[in-house]
C-alpha cells in the first residue's frame, strides 16, 4: 500500500521490529570478539577489525529508516535513531575487553576516592574540587547501584550515548519544522565525530548544555527553571562547555540586538531575549568561590598567551598540519577535515542566500518585471541559536590555539557541526526543489558516510589491553605511596577491594632533558619508569618520539623488574620485587 506521496506504507510495528533485528544481528556479532590492542595500520580503527554482522545490523537499522521515512510515528523514529547511534558509540563497549579511554579510569579514580573517604579531593588545584559535580553524581550512583567497576566503566558510554541522542533529538526539533528535522539529526550524529561518551564530565555537560538551549526555547517560568539547572550542572562540572554556552548566548544576543537596531527581521527570525545576566551570575559566582585555582590558572595562561597574538596564522597551520599531514593515521584525519570544509562551505552558501532573500524582496516590490522571481523566493529564517553555534567555533577556536595549542579544538568542531547540518536542512533541503534538493541530499550523505567511518581511527591510542590492567596492578602492588612514574600508559586501578597505591604520574618531557638516572638519584621518593607500545603511539603522534627514545636508550643501564612484551618497568633499585 502507498500514501499520496507514491512511498510504500508499512506499518510503525513492522519497522520497529526490523530496526530491533538489526540490533540483535550487531549485539550478536559481538559474542566472543575481545579487543584488547588494534594496530595503528588498521585502517579506520576500530571500524576495520569489527565483524561483516556489525555493518549487517547497522545496515538492517538504516534500511528500517529508509523504510519509514514518512511515516510520522515519532516513537518509532526515536527508537531507530537511538538503536542506530548506540549501534555506532556503543562499539567500544561491545568488542573491547576493558573500557577504552584512559582518562574513563583516572576521572573514576575521584569518584573512587571519594566514596572510600566520604569527603571530595580536598586539594585546591584538583580538577574534582574544582568542578565536583559530574563526580558527585556519579559517585551517588555507585553508592547506590554497586555496580562491578570496570562494567560499569565498560557500559556508561552506551547510557551517553542515549541521553546525547535524546539532547539533540529535542534541539533539532526545536529547530527545524516537519519531518525535514530527520534529516538533520541523522546527518549531525553521523558527522559529530567528536562526540565524547566515555566516563567523563564532558559527556554529560555536553547534553546538559544541549539540554540548557532546548528549555530556554520553551515559554514558561518552569522552563527557566530548568535552564538554570542545567547551567548550573554545566559550571560545576565541565568548564571547557561553559565557555561554549556563555559564548553562545552572548554571540545570539549580538546578533539579535544587531538587526534590532537595523530594523530588520530577515535573515533572523524574531525571537525574544535571554535573561543571560542571570547566567553570567552563576557562571562568575563559581569561578570566584569554588573554581578560584582554575580561573586563576586560566587567567594567568590567557595573559601570557596573548601577547602572541601576531603568532595565530603560525599556529594555526601548525596544529592543522599536526592533525592531518604529520598525523600517524594520515587517512583518517584527511576526511574529517575535507568533510568539515564541506559542511562550512554549504553553510555559508545557505546564509547568503538567506541573506539574499532579503534584498530579493526588495527588488520584487520595485519592479514589476520580477514575477519569476517572486515563485521561487525563499521563505525560510535562520534562528539565532543556530547561527550562534555555527559562528562561535570560528572566535573560539582560534583562541584555544593560541592558550591551548589546540586541546580542545574538538569542542568547537561539535558546535560548528550541529549548527551547519540544521542551516544546510533549513536552507537546502527545505527550499530547494527537484534534481538540486537530490544533488544536495546525495552530496551530504556521502560527507555523512565518510565521516561516520572515521569515528574510532585513533582506537589503537585509546584501546585498554589486558597486558595494560597487569601492568597496573605490579605497580600498585609494588610500589609505596607517593612514588613517582615517570612515562606509560596504563589504567588507573579503581577495580581493587582495596584503597590503591597513591602515585604521581609524569610524562617523560616533564623530566627531560635529564636522564633517568640523575631525575632518580635527586628525587625523595621512589621512582619507576615504563615502556610500552600505547606510549610510543602517543609520543610519535605528538611528535616527542626523541624524547621516548632518548629514555628509551638508557635502559641498558637499569634494574628491569617487569617484562610482559608490551609493558617494561625499570628501577634504579627501589620497587620491591
Not at 91 to 119: C, K
Not at 150 to 156: G, T
Not at 389 to 396: A, E, G, K, N, Y
Not at 509 to 533: G, H, K, Q
Amino acid at each position: 500500500m502507498k500514501d499520496s506521496m507514491g512511498f510504500l506504507r508499512i506499518r510503525s510495528s513492522v519497522l520497529a521490529i526490523l530496526a530491533l533485528a538489526g540490533f540483535a544481528v550487531m549485539l550478536s556479532s559481538s559474542i566472543g570478539f575481545d579487543v584488547g590492542w588494534i594496530s595503528p595500520n588498521t585502517p579506520f580503527g576500530l571500524f576495520g577489525i569489527v565483524p561483516l554482522g556489525y555493518w549487517l545490523g547497522i545496515s538492517i537499522i538504516m534500511f528500517s529508516m529508509i523504510l519509514g521515512i514518512r511515516n510520522h510515528n515519532e516513537h518509532l523514529f526515536f527508537l531507530q535513531a537511538l538503536l542506530m547511534f548506540i549501534s555506532i558509540w556503543g562499539a567500544p563497549s561491545l568488542f573491547e575487553t576493558y573500557p577504552s579511554v584512559w582518562d574513563s579510569y583516572l576521572h573514576f579514580q575521584t569518584v573512587d576516592n571519594m566514596i572510600r573517604t566520604g569527603v571530595m579531593d580536598l586539594n585546591v588545584d584538583s580538577y574534582g574540587f574544582n568542578y565536583p559535580g559530574f563526580f558527585v553524581l556519579a559517585g551517588h550512583y555507585v553508592l547506590l547501584g554497586d555496580p562491578p567497576i570496570l562494567s560499569y566503566l565498560r557500559f556508561y558510554p552506551i547510557f551517553a550515548s542515549a541521553m546525547t541522542l535524546l539532547s539533540l533529538y529535542l534541539l533539532v526539533r526545536c529547530y527545524v519544522p516537519g519531518l525535514h528535522y530527520r534529516f538533520a539529526l541523522i546527518i549531525c550524529i553521523l558527522v559529530n565525530v567528536w562526540i565524547q561518551v566515555h566516563f567523563s564530565p564532558q559527556s554529560l555537560g555536553f547534553v546538559a548544555g544541549i539540554l540548557f538551549f532546548v528549555f530556554l526555547e520553551k515559554d514558561g517560568l518552569e522552563w527557566l527553571f530548568a535552564a538554570m539547572a542545567a547551567f548550573a550542572f554545566v559550571v560545576v562540572s565541565h568548564p571547557t562547555t561553559v565557555i561554549f554556552l556563555i559564548g553562545a548566548l552572548v554571540v545570539r544576543e549580538v546578533a539579535l540586538r544587531g538587526y534590532r537596531l537595523l530594523k530588520r527581521k530577515a535573515p533572523l527570525r524574531t525571537e525574544r531575549p535571554w535573561p543571560i545576566s542571570i547566567f553570567f551570575l552563576i557562571w562568575i559566582a563559581w569561578l570566584f568561590t569554588n573554581a578560584v585555582a582554575y580561573s586563576t590558572l586560566l587567567l594567568d595562561i590567557l595573559f601570557q598567551r596573548l601577547g602572541y597574538l601576531s603568532a595565530l596564522p603560525g599556529e594555526a597551520v601548525g596544529t592543522v598540519s599536526a592533525r592531518t599531514a604529520e598525523n600517524i593515521f594520515p587517512i583518517p584525519p584527511l576526511i574529517r577535515t575535507g568533510v568539515v570544509g564541506a559542511f562550512v562551505l554549504l553553510a555559508f552558501v545557505s546564509i547568503l542566500l538567506v541573506i539574499m532573500q532579503k534584498w530579493l524582496k526588495k527588488s520584487k516590490r520595485r519592479s514589476p518585471d520580477s514575477g519569476i522571481l517572486q515563485e521561487r523566493r525563499m521563505k525560510v529564517r535562520i534562528p539565532a541559536s543556530v547561527l550562534a553555534f555555527f559562528i562561535l567555533p570560528f572566535i573560539v577556536v582560534p583562541l584555544d590555539i593560541i592558550v591551548f595549542k589546540g586541546q580542545f579544538y574538538d569542542r568547537g568542531l561539535l558546535f560548528l557541526v550541529l549548527g551547519s547540518s540544521i542551516i544546510i536542512t533549513l536552507v537546502m533541503i527545505g527550499t530547494f526543489r527537484g534534481a538540486l534538493r537530490a544533488v544536495i541530499v546525495i552530496l551530504v550523505v556521502v560527507l555523512a558516510g565518510a565521516a561516520m567511518t572515521t569515528t574510532f581511527y585513533q582506537e589503537s591510542l585509546y584501546a585498554v589491553s589486558a597486558e595494560s590492567v597487569n601492568a597496573s596492578d605490579f605497580l600498585n602492588s609494588h610500589m609505596q605511596n607517593n612514588s613517582i612514574v615517570l612515562g606509560g600508559m596504563y589504567p588507573d586501578p579503581v577495580w581493587g577491594n582495596s584503597a590503591p597505591t597513591s602515585i604521581s604520574k609524569f610524562r617523560y618531557a616533564t623530566a627531560f632533558p635529564d636522564s633517568y638516572s640523575n631525575v632518580s638519584e635527586r628525587a625523595s621518593s621512589i621512582m619507576a619508569l615504563v615502556f610500552d607500545r600505547s606510549s610510543e603511539l602517543w609520543n610519535r603522534q605528538y611528535g616527542t618520539i626523541r624524547i621516548y627514545n632518548f629514555y628509551l636508550d638508557e635502559t641498558p643501564t637499569l634494574d628491569r623488574v617487569y617484562d610482559s612484551g608490551a609493558y617494561t618497568i625499570y628501577s634504579g633499585g627501589a620497587t620491591n620485587r
